[in-house]
């Protein structure tokens, strides 16, 4: 499978705890997006990476979350001192450079759903 | 059957009828456009995409429509099958991806 892989694909926390997803973009793609999205709603963004830099944070990437890609291929989104309000799916994308900024389809992973008690 | 996106966020047909899907978007300045389908418990897929520049652009069974006097997008998607109920949401790009609230769509055999 050469898609976008996340995983876990699901996790439940208790209040409080920290909890760590994973995403493995398309190999070819140099930029990594992740998005936030609730029941019924469209994808929110939070966060992008071209290569291993962090081009772009959402004013809704709080303290508690961080994200890195170390060596411009996998990333993680960290998720500190989780609250109930985080429960959401975690998605990530990835796309190739197309020579014109902020063009392109995504390709998305499945996403990994947290739900937070 | 056609929908007003986030005033409808449902939309019913019957099986081999075309379907309209509407979304307004908010920035007059974004340059491109894109429709993605989403089914249960998965990712957004790539459905089809439209620059600024252009009115209108066909793929398979789907075509997009693109108005920018009044920032509104549509999906049309001809004869419509049962594998086309999924949850469909436009996304404008200028200096990132934003998406809409998205609509359901339903297809009745």
């Known amino acids: 499978d050469t898609g976008v892989s996340q995983n876990p694909r699901h996790k439940i926390t208790k209040r409080g705890q920290n909890v760590t997803f994973r995403c493995d973009p398309i190999s070819e793609h140099n930029r990594l997006y992740w998005y936030r999205q609730t029941l019924g709603q469209g994808p929110e963004f939070l966060t992008y990476f071209q290569n291993e830099a962090q081009l772009e944070k959402s004013r809704l990437l709080s303290d508690r979350f961080s994200a890195e890609r170390p060596k411009g291929s996998f990333s993680t989104l960290e998720i500190q001192r989780t609250e109930q309000g985080d429960s959401a799916m975690y998605l990530c994308a990835s796309s190739g450079w197309t020579g014109i900024p902020n063009t392109g389809e995504l390709f998305f992973g499945e996403g990994s759903r947290l739900t937070v008690l | 059957g056609e929908s007003v996106g986030l005033h409808l966020p449902t939309l019913s047909v019957q099986e081999g009828d075309n379907s309209i899907i509407n979304c307004a978007y908010s920035?007059?300045?974004?340059?491109?456009f894109i429709w993605y389908k989403q089914e249960s418990g998965k990712g957004p897929q790539f459905i089809i995409d439209i620059r600024s520049n252009m009115d209108k652009r066909q793929g398979q069974r789907v075509t997009v429509l693109l108005n920018k006097t009044v920032k509104h997008l549509s999906l049309q998607i001809a004869a419509t099958q049962p594998g086309d109920s999924a949850v469909y949401f436009c996304?404008?790009?200028?200096?990132?991806?934003?998406f809409g609230a998205g609509t359901r769509l339903t297809v009745k055999p």
């Open positions: 920035n007059s300045a974004s340059d491109y």
């Open positions: 996304a404008e790009i200028k200096d990132d991806m934003r």
